[in-house]
């Protein structure tokens, strides 16, 4: 666990477990003398936990599953942060004041911000689960810190785009709120065990939308729905964009195209040129080669 001020105002808590013995809360207390936010990257996981449709046709109680998720708090009215043990955890937790974020975000609206927390009721607190792009972007983060010779510039750099990516979110589901399509607490863990099923397992065949529905205990009708409107995406190019974006960082490494193409699970190289193309527009051997 590594505490940080990064910044005027900006401080981080990263932390990178295996295995709690207990369970570890964290109580941000009111501060009515700081006007600061609560940003909360949490990925929770089950050791060991490959499979995640075994334990569901096992009847597992919802408590079981990973609770990953992102969430913005007004620090105003205090925070209560739990994590429980046996339990692997990722977590970045930002406290940063409101006037701060004006130097990390282009066109930051407080005002908005305010306006909507004030409306999410008591807690002045939204939530939502985690995608494949804050788990890629911890992954970055808690892998790359500890060897960055810079680790103050590294930090902030990747704050401010986890930040950025949060506010876009913030407002889609505000968005979604006021259209009337808030999903039920039973469908948000429903669609979490399918999203992150498709994400554990992007190096395999596209598993269908009979298995992602009996994972779901949705219908297939209902869970398309539902994960387009939540997720922005249908379960296919859902997976598929995990399944590019993690190709995307091995060429970043160098990686060659073929072994790339290999690694993530296709048989024939042309077939993920031909993926890889359509996602970014260009192909990955011109990735690696810009010039």
Request: aromatic share 10%; glycine share 4%.
């Amino acid at each position: 666990m590594t505490v940080a001020s990064i910044a005027a105002g900006i401080e981080v808590m990263a932390l990178n477990v295996t295995m709690l013995a207990e369970d570890l809360v964290f109580n941000f207390l009111p501060s009515r003398d700081e006007s600061s936010y609560i940003l909360h990257f949490d990925e929770i996981d089950i050791p060991g936990n490959g499979d995640n449709d075994v334990a569901v046709s096992q009847g597992s109680p919802s408590t079981e599953w990973p609770h990953s998720s992102v969430s913005i708090s007004d620090i105003t009215y205090g925070k209560v942060v739990n994590y429980p043990k046996d339990r692997v955890i990722r977590s970045l937790i930002v406290r940063v004041r409101k006037s701060s974020l004006e130097q990390l975000i282009q066109d930051f609206d407080a005002g908005t911000i305010n306006a909507i927390l004030e409306s999410a009721g008591h807690e002045h607190s939204i939530t939502w689960p985690i995608t494949f792009k804050y788990r890629l972007l911890l992954n970055d983060f808690m892998s790359e810190i500890i060897q960055h010779p810079f680790p103050e510039l590294f930090t902030i750099r990747n704050i401010s785009i986890l930040i950025e990516y949060l506010l876009q979110q913030f407002f889609v589901m505000d968005k979604l709120g006021k259209e009337g399509n808030v999903l039920s607490i039973q469908d948000t863990h429903s669609l979490s065990r399918v999203e992150q099923h498709l994400c554990l397992h992007y190096k395999k065949e596209f598993p269908g939308i009979e298995k992602l529905s009996r994972i779901s205990a949705m219908s297939p009708t209902s869970l398309k729905t539902k994960f387009k409107k939540y997720y922005g995406e249908t379960l296919f190019g859902y997976y598929q964009k995990n399944k590019l974006e993690h190709a995307r960082k091995l060429l970043d490494n160098k990686v060659p195209v073929k072994v790339v193409a290999t690694e993530i699970g296709y048989s024939n190289p042309s077939h993920f040129t031909l993926a890889f193309k359509k996602e970014y527009g260009f192909s990955p051997w011109h990735y690696l080669n810009p010039h």
